[in-house]
């Protein structure tokens, strides 16, 4: 089947906020909204789910601290005990505080990386990827909403041109 | 306006007089003679510590710089240094709740000059409540005063190099006697209290000028006086720890250690910022200050609790990692005989905010930050306690009378003080040039 999507632009993204509002009210589905730069409050306009990217942060920090722990614990106290220093590798606690700036370095660093690759992985984004831009304009000075078309193309133009539209396109829904 | 509720006024008064019962119950304990000393160790000593071992005892000496030259005997010297141990404690204890409110005062100062200094958009909302927790620095900065003036004149042992005796014994001490003598430190304390409390008032009365007046001179002037303030204070504060806390330990010395206080004080401050609003906002006296102005303060006591983590734990590790006799003693001497509140206090200024505020939602709940502001204030009494206290009373510590007592007399006069000064004037600032901006404040 194939689906058809109508394409508002706006030039102001208080006019592109009023008119998501508009539409969220009007109980029509927001397929998506293109934007040159982040619109502060769009996502809660749009009834987003909010993010659990810094959930995931943490359970990754967490990890880190663990392979430190175990890293540090295994080559230092387990394995080969040496007399470095007189430092008291007879225990791990013993040695702790020679520890700790390995421990949060990698807390940090597991915590950073992996949450980047989480974002990447669930944004779908990646060096070769085709950009999914519907009109150029978007990454400069225009907002476009996506609204998907179930036969209702005359009332859906005519509620988008009423909320400040400056264009209106019709077109053959991208597939991603 | 405000009007202080009936409630937490005699609760206060009850607060201060039971405290000063059990201050007073400290000095009567104390005890007069060796031979009290003794006993009072002997019906204790199966409480803690176990045994004051030969090490613990021998490097206490070395402190007082008298182990040679009272060379009759070992018995004859450690006793005499067990009975000034034990005249100190209850010196020690009011002396550590008299400096732990009045750095809170001290810290909300620091913080509010910031705010004026950085012009910040959010807080103009909450000036009226952190001038009136500053009204405390001067009845606080008067007492702790008083406290360094009794110690000058022999009133007690708090401060080893304050004994001519001592010092005429031990080199290092005539060494810093150029620094470290009563004259001089008082002079200092003097001008550092005096530069605060000045500060303090000026701002205020610009702060309730600025209401009145059809201009925005007296704001103009507060920014200013705030930003040299800073400098002033950066200063001062770090003489101040020198001179108030390391000089109990005059052996020793450590360069981070003015920041590591002012981290202390920093965030012992803003957690009483956020309890105090929390409070008033309760009771519906501050209609515009929502969960996004308790999210910021909560924010701020976060991250500087891992910034005092910070400071603890580089001040820390040097120290441990290098191992110099000359400087190790300072943990040796709390490792031994403090372990519990030492590394109890890590937990409680550590672990406990990160795991609890380190969720968003959580920092505006408001009964979350209370709960976790008690275990900071709490953390943070012990912070200046594992200070003050292996210095002056060494393996003879414990939470008993003499220190509960201070704690509950000066929060009581905290207390008082505090929601007194609230009530002389309206707790919204009625035209700051970022009140509204304030006012619509949302994270």
């Given amino acids: 089947m194939a689906s058809k999507v109508i394409q508002a632009f706006y030039n102001d993204d208080d006019v592109l906020m009023h008119a998501v509002k508009k539409v969220k009210a009007a109980k029509h589905h927001i397929e998506e909204v293109y934007c040159p730069f982040p619109v502060h409050g769009l996502d809660k306009a749009m009834g987003l789910a909010p993010t659990r990217i810094a959930i995931t942060s943490f359970l990754y920090g967490c990890v880190g601290l663990t392979v430190a722990i175990v890293m540090m614990n295994f080559i230092m106290i387990k394995d080969w005990p040496q007399d470095i220093g007189g430092k008291p590798s007879f225990s791990y606690i013993e040695n702790m505080p020679a520890f700790v700036p390995i421990m949060f370095e990698l807390t940090v660093f597991f915590a950073a990386h992996l949450m980047v690759i989480t974002f990447y992985l669930r944004s779908r984004l990646w060096p070769f990827k085709k950009a999914e831009n519907p009109d150029v304009r978007t990454t400069d000075d225009h907002f476009v909403m996506e609204i998907e078309i179930h036969g209702n193309e005359r009332e859906l133009k005519d509620l988008l041109v009423g909320t400040g539209a400056v264009e209106i396109n019709i077109s053959e829904k991208n597939s991603h | ?443």
Avoid: C
């Fill in chain 2, 1 to 443: 306006m405000y009007t202080f509720s009936n409630r937490l006024k005699i609760g206060s008064i009850i607060l201060m007089a039971v405290g000063l019962l059990g201050i007073i119950g400290g000095f009567v304990m104390a005890p007069g003679t060796v031979e009290e000393a003794k006993a009072m160790v002997a019906s204790h000593d199966d409480g803690h510590g176990g045994g004051h071992d030969t090490a613990a005892s021998h490097d206490a000496e070395m402190e007082h710089g008298a182990a040679a030259e009272h060379g009759g005997g070992h018995d004859v010297s450690y006793d005499e240094h067990l009975l000034s141990q034990l005249k100190n404690r209850p010196w020690a204890a009011l002396y550590v709740a008299a400096f732990f409110f009045m750095m809170i005062a001290l810290g909300v100062l620091a913080f509010y000059a910031i705010q004026r200094a950085a012009q910040a958009g959010w807080s103009p909302l909450l000036f009226r409540v952190m001038e009136g927790i500053t009204a405390y620095l001067v009845p606080g900065g008067i007492i702790v005063f008083v406290i360094l003036v009794l110690s000058v004149l022999h009133m007690n042992h708090l401060f080893v190099w304050m004994d001519p005796e001592v010092v005429a014994h031990d080199e290092l001490l005539q060494g810093k006697s150029g620094y470290l003598n009563p004259t001089f430190f008082l002079i200092r304390a003097a001008i550092f209290l005096g530069g605060w409390i000045a500060y303090r008032e000026y701002s205020r009365k610009l702060s309730l000028k600025q209401d009145e007046s059809t201009d925005n001179s007296s704001f103009k002037l507060n920014f200013r006086i705030s930003a040299a303030f800073l400098v002033f204070y950066l200063i001062s504060e770090s003489i101040m720890s020198w001179d108030w806390i390391m000089s109990v330990e005059p052996h020793w010395f450590s360069t981070l250690f003015g920041w590591y206080i002012f981290a202390s004080m920093f965030v012992s401050g803003i957690t009483v910022i956020a309890m105090v609003t929390i409070y008033l906002k309760s009771k519906g006296l501050l209609p515009d200050v929502n969960d996004s102005h308790i999210h910021d303060l909560a924010k701020f006591m976060f991250g500087i609790s891992i910034f005092w983590t910070y400071l603890w734990f580089s001040q820390f590790m040097l120290i441990w990692y290098s191992n110099i006799p000359e400087e190790v003693t300072y943990y040796v001497t709390r490792i031994q005989d403090y372990k519990l509140p030492f590394f109890g206090m890590v937990a409680m200024n550590f672990l406990f905010p990160v795991l609890l505020l380190m969720n968003s939602d959580y920092k505006r709940i408001n009964w979350f930050v209370v709960l976790t502001g008690i275990v900071i204030l709490a953390g943070h009494y012990m912070d200046i306690f594992n200070a003050i206290m292996p210095s002056t009373v060494g393996d003879q510590w414990f939470i008993g009378i003499p220190e509960i007592g201070a704690i509950l007399f000066f929060a009581g006069l905290f207390i008082f003080w505090v929601f007194r000064a609230l009530t002389t004037v309206p707790l919204q600032p009625k035209r700051n040039p970022f009140i509204e901006e304030s006012r619509h404040f949302h994270y």
